[in-house]
């Protein structure tokens, strides 16, 4: 039978991804929303009553533990939040017939592969706490057997919450010169398109071809660069809205290794999202072309 999808239950809505899904998930439906100050996702039990409670025909969960250097010190709960949880909302979305999306990320990968962007089936083999903790969760909604849409994707950022352009931005206007990360190459990708891409997957789950969809995809916008490649696209953005207030002349590129961090970072974060495309007949843009609307907003223009 078609799932009832006129009812979502969105976890994590206060993040960067959840706070873009309460306005891309509205017209889909009801949608119940909780955050960490009303839910513990630590307590198995409050999770378990919460999902029984609201029936939901699908679960979204955008919750997560993102502090990538900190789970190097307090692993357990990293493990919690991103392991153990999305393995109780699937459990609880089998009984209830209910589909689970849950986000994932490129921290799965180790980052050195040498070609191309990774694909779905590419081995993983994550270089930090926090990637293993996502890729264990991966494998807890597998196994608890919930028809499930799992969306690895990376480089975050939007104009609600902490993120790599909000930084940018402060330091342009503090500083002369920045010194950015340049051996490291991804896509940048904007809450905005996943939040979008996560309601139009939603609109296709009913229907016939139900088995068919449930799986792992990769979610990240077109195109590539590196952090020293998009700190330059923000501040050429800056400039172009509010020239008077950046004092940043000069960005130099720099090796990883010159910017040492709790936690190793993949060098290779580009994700093939070709069996998205093709699967659900979307058009991700490309990642310059995303940004600029997205970088006004976080100005707020």
């Given at each position: 039978?078609?799932?009832?999808?006129a009812?979502?239950?969105?976890?994590?809505?206060?993040?960067?991804?959840?706070?873009?899904?309460?306005?891309?998930?509205?017209?889909?439906?009801?949608?119940?929303?909780?955050?960490?100050?009303a839910?513990?996702?630590?307590?198995?039990?409050?999770?378990?009553?919460?999902?029984?409670?609201?029936?939901?025909?699908?679960?979204?969960?955008?919750?997560?533990?993102?502090?990538?250097?900190?789970?190097?010190?307090?692993?357990?709960?990293?493990?919690?939040?991103?392991?153990?949880?999305?393995?109780?909302?699937?459990?609880?979305?089998?009984?209830?017939?209910?589909?689970?999306v849950?986000?994932?990320?490129?921290?799965?990968?180790?980052?050195?592969?040498?070609?191309?962007?990774?694909?779905?089936?590419?081995?993983?083999?994550?270089?930090?706490?926090?990637?293993?903790?996502?890729?264990?969760?991966?494998?807890?909604?597998?196994?608890?057997?919930?028809?499930?849409?799992?969306?690895?994707?990376?480089?975050?950022?939007?104009?609600?919450?902490?993120?790599?352009?909000?930084?940018?931005?402060?330091?342009?206007?503090?500083?002369e010169?920045?010194?950015?990360?340049?051996?490291?190459?991804?896509?940048?990708?904007?809450?905005?398109?996943?939040?979008?891409?996560?309601?139009?997957?939603?609109?296709?789950?009913?229907?016939?071809?139900?088995?068919?969809?449930?799986?792992?995809?990769?979610?990240?916008?077109?195109?590539?660069?590196?952090?020293?490649?998009?700190a330059?696209?923000?501040?050429?953005q800056?400039r172009?809205v509010?020239?008077?207030?950046?004092?940043?002349?000069?960005?130099?590129?720099?090796?990883?290794?010159?910017?040492?961090?709790?936690?190793?970072?993949?060098?290779?974060?580009?994700?093939?999202?070709?069996?998205?495309?093709?699967?659900?007949?979307?058009?991700?843009?490309?990642?310059?072309?995303?940004?600029?609307?997205?970088?006004?907003?976080?100005?707020?223009?």
């Amino acid at each position: 039978m078609p799932v009832d999808r006129a009812r979502i239950l969105l976890l994590g809505s206060n993040g960067q991804v959840g706070h873009e899904l309460l306005r891309t998930l509205a017209p889909l439906g009801e949608v119940i929303a909780t955050d960490r100050a009303a839910l513990d996702l630590g307590d198995e039990s409050a999770i378990r009553a919460l999902v029984r409670q609201v029936r939901p025909g699908v679960i979204v969960n955008a919750a997560a533990y993102t502090a990538v250097d900190r789970a190097e010190s307090e692993p357990d709960l990293a493990f919690t939040i991103n392991t153990r949880a999305p393995g109780v909302l699937a459990q609880e979305a089998v009984a209830l017939g209910a589909w689970l999306v849950h986000y994932s990320t490129d921290y799965v990968f180790a980052g050195d592969k040498a070609q191309g962007a990774y694909q779905e089936t590419d081995a993983t083999g994550p270089i930090n706490a926090y990637g293993r903790s996502k890729l264990a969760g991966e494998a807890a909604i597998a196994a608890a057997g919930c028809a499930h849409i799992i969306l690895r994707t990376s480089w975050v950022y939007g104009a609600h919450g902490a993120n790599f352009v909000r930084t940018i931005v402060r330091l342009a206007r503090e500083r002369e010169k920045l010194s950015i990360v340049a051996d490291q190459v991804g896509a940048p990708t904007s809450s905005h398109l996943i939040a979008e891409t996560t309601a139009q997957l939603i609109r296709q789950i009913p229907g016939g071809g139900e088995a068919a969809i449930s799986g792992l995809y990769h979610l990240q916008s077109a195109g590539e660069a590196s952090w020293y490649e998009f700190a330059g696209a923000i501040v050429e953005q800056l400039r172009g809205v509010d020239a008077a207030a950046v004092r940043c002349r000069e960005i130099l590129p720099i090796p990883a290794s010159a910017y040492p961090t709790p936690a190793q970072r993949p060098a290779n974060s580009r994700l093939d999202c070709g069996k998205i495309t093709q699967t659900f007949g979307l058009r991700l843009p490309h990642w310059r072309d995303d940004f600029e609307p997205r970088f006004r907003e976080i100005l707020g223009l």
